[in-house]
């Protein structure tokens, strides 16, 4: 149990196209879902917190035009990268937390961004 | 954002060593998780600590969360290539947010 999938793996794109991941949690409901970045040998960074059915909460210095959520069901979150460019390629890596455990969180495969 | 102080930041060890990497911080967790992330994947999760002093084994794991809930640490009993990676701790606080640790690349020579 407790598994999280994040579509696509990989994906490379135009600068100024937009890319849209997707989160699910495939055998829990997740009312709250974290979105990550994460550069080359670094660790993870939050980007947001995204809750069901409201606004995400970002973090500070995080551009909420530029990094679109959505958590509209109990089981998906979508990260949109809008207007891409080459200093936004990095690994996106989202995670969520099961409502029946709520300490702890289970993370995706994580997403490899490259813009060209 | 805050992370926590984690060592050591690499080890290069010999195949059937045992590992013991460790994490500090100046703030008080109520949780503390040790994650192992291999290249190009999401962490997965090791061990999940509840309670201060708490000792939990899983397999050639062990891990315990500080006296003083600032602190734990993660041993790897008999390493194995497969051990290869990089492991993280992470503290939860109030508020159930995360804070990761800057990480530890483990390397196994056969």
């Known amino acids: 149990g407790a598994v999280v999938s994040q579509h696509p793996s990989w994906v490379i794109c135009k600068s100024g196209t937009s890319v849209k991941i997707e989160c699910r949690s495939l055998?829990?409901?997740?009312?709250?879902m974290f979105w990550y970045r994460q550069f080359p040998k670094q660790s993870l960074m939050l980007m947001a917190t995204?809750?069901?059915?409201?606004?995400?909460?970002?973090e500070q210095g995080v551009e909420k035009d530029k990094f679109l959520i959505n958590h509209a069901s109990l089981t998906l979150s979508t990260l949109t990268v809008t207007s891409a460019h080459p200093e936004d390629s990095s690994f996106y890596i989202c995670?969520?937390?099961?409502?029946?455990?709520?300490?702890?969180?289970?993370f995706g495969q994580g997403t490899r961004l490259t813009v060209v | 954002g805050q992370q926590l102080n984690q060592s050591p930041q690499s080890m290069f060890i010999q195949e059937g060593e045992d590992v013991s990497m460790n994490c500090t911080s100046s703030?008080?967790?109520?949780?503390w998780l040790w994650y192992k992330q291999d290249p190009g994947e999401g962490p997965v999760l090791l061990i999940a600590?509840?309670?201060?002093?708490e000792l939990t084994s899983n397999g050639r794991l062990t891990a315990q969360f500080g006296i003083t809930r600032k602190d734990s640490f993660l041993n790897i009993s008999a390493s194995i290539p497969s051990d290869v990676g990089i492991y993280f701790c992470?503290?939860?606080?109030?508020?159930?947010?995360?804070?990761f640790g800057g990480g530890t690349r483990l390397m196994v020579k056969p």
């Open positions: 992470a503290g939860q606080g109030a508020g159930n947010m995360l804070t």
């Open positions: 703030s008080i967790f109520n949780t």
């Open positions: 600590l509840y309670k201060a002093g």
């Open positions: 055998d829990f409901q997740a009312t709250t």
């Open positions: 995670s969520a937390r099961d409502q029946g455990r709520v300490t702890e969180a289970f």
């Open positions: 995204s809750n069901e059915g409201s606004k995400a909460t970002y």
